[in-house]
């Protein structure tokens, strides 16, 4: 039997093909997708503010923040609104993600570093990779994905239009 050190709990889900997941610990619930209140001069992957229990909490096209194309919602998209402790604050968070899976639990021993590719790349948001049958599972690191000073993602949506 794993022991609490051994073994972590995740949320997986999905944006396109690709598998995502996020610590358990930092879900606060999952919510049917609704369209939030549109906030002016934003940046283009705030969808804007969704009332969550009498609190306004952004609401982030996570596909946009990684530079991917815009989330097109479908039956089963979600929302997946989050605590994230970001340096010393608690950040309230709500992400869109095509379809959230279930939650699983993965042994510390298989989650593997970011891929070495040999030239910088922007994967600072990966905390890890599994491998499952199906394919690879990205566990994303919200903190740096969503803090000023470590995000590897400043601009990627402007970037990816681009290219």
């Known amino acids: 039997m794993a022991t609490p050190s051994t073994e972590a709990q995740f949320v997986t889900f999905s944006l396109g093909d690709e598998i995502f997941a996020v610590p358990v610990e930092v879900v606060r619930e999952i919510l049917d ?39 097109e919602k479908t039956p089963h998209t979600r929302i997946l609104v989050l605590d994230v402790p970001v340096e010393s604050r608690m950040l309230a968070l709500g992400l869109v993600a095509d379809r959230v899976y279930e939650v699983v639990p993965f042994m510390k021993t298989q989650i593997e570093t970011a891929p070495d590719i040999g030239v910088r790349w922007r994967s600072d948001y990966i905390a890890g990779v599994v491998r499952r049958e199906s394919g690879f599972v990205v566990i994303i690191d919200l903190a740096r994905l969503f803090s000023d000073s470590g995000s590897a993602l400043v601009g990627v949506g402007q970037e990816a239009r681009v290219a």
């Open 33 to 71: 997708h609704e369209e939030p209140f549109k906030i002016p001069h934003g940046p283009d992957y705030l969808l804007g503010l969704r009332d969550v229990r009498g609190q306004g909490v952004p609401v982030i096209d996570l596909r946009i923040r990684l530079g991917m194309t815009r989330t």
